[in-house]
């Protein structure tokens, strides 16, 4: 058996396996093994790694196909990066602008909530993972998700691992890790099936409204895709918090 010490900066010591939560790993392999399969071993996807540094020659920048050697020590680092790095030696693609997402069938809350911060969420909880793979490829879309399996397809290119469960924590991860806070646009699409929302006139939805909003409330939004109506009410202040922590 050959060995390689492997150092992970930054979340990936979360993204890691139980057993290797310091974000040190001596790890064992056999044979011709890339950096890509090894780091992936230990739980921690390719959409996870941004940099790895040889650190027997700090000048030394691996890609995903470099075979482990016996004695390598290897840092690697997630995105986004606050190293002096020339971008040419990152190994993620850059995310489509504006970036658009996908998100698994266990984050439909997450979806909502980005959706109501005006970013393109695409979702529905019957997908499987071949079809979600395939959005991300085709449409380019940044894919989310808690299934390391999924992430670890060679076919995505793009992609998240969500760590917490909790969904205001979740939107936390994907504002940090995207840097999102510039481009928020706060109830710009609809929560429910992600159309961007639309201005209305009061007049011609009034038939609509309860007596209490048509009375305390003006300023309302349309769906054009399935027709709800949206408002500043009581719910409004809860969310624009959340919005708030997220770009804190």
Same mark, same amino acid.
């Given at each position: ?22 974000g ?10 890339? &950096? ?57 693609? &850059?995310?489509?602008?504006? +970036?658009?997402?996908? /998100? ?8 909502? %909530?980005l ?16 079809e979600?793979?395939? +959005?991300?490829?085709? =449409?380019e879309? &940044?894919? /989310? ?26 939107l936390?991860?994907? &504002?940090?890790?995207?840097? /999102?806070?510039?481009n ?7 929560? =429910?099936?992600?159309?961007? /929302? ?21 300023n ?15 719910? %409004? ?12």
């Amino acid at each position: 058996m050959k060995s390689a010490v492997f150092r992970f900066y930054g979340y990936l010591k979360e993204i890691l396996r139980r057993e290797h939560k310091n974000g040190l790993v001596e790890h064992r392999f056999s044979g011709k093994q890339s &950096v890509k399969d090894r780091i992936e071993s230990m739980g921690v996807p390719h959409t996870e790694v941004d940099l790895i540094i040889s650190a027997a020659d700090r000048n030394e920048f691996l890609d995903f196909s470099y075979a482990v050697r016996a004695g390598d020590r290897l840092a690697v680092y997630p995105p986004p990066l606050n190293l002096d790095v020339n971008s040419q030696r990152l190994l993620q693609p &850059v995310p489509p602008d504006p +970036i658009r997402f996908v /998100l698994d069938a266990h984050l439909g809350k997450l979806a909502s %909530y980005l959706r109501m911060m005006g970013f393109d969420a695409w979702y529905h909880n019957d997908y499987d993972d071949p079809e979600l793979a395939r +959005i991300q490829k085709e =449409e380019e879309r &940044v894919l /989310l998700s808690r299934d390391r399996g999924l992430l670890q397809r060679k076919k995505v290119k793009l992609g998240h691992l969500i760590i917490s469960d909790d969904p205001a924590r979740q939107l936390q991860e994907v &504002v940090a890790r995207y840097r /999102l806070q510039e481009n928020i646009n706060e109830f710009g699409r609809c929560p =429910e099936c992600n159309s961007l /929302l639309k201005k209305v006139d009061k007049e011609q939805i009034i038939d609509r409204l309860k007596p209490l909003t048509k009375k305390y409330y003006d300023n309302f939004k349309l769906c054009p895709g399935c027709a709800r109506i949206y408002w500043r009410g009581s719910h %409004y202040n809860n969310i624009k918090k959340m919005i708030d922590r997220c770009c804190q």
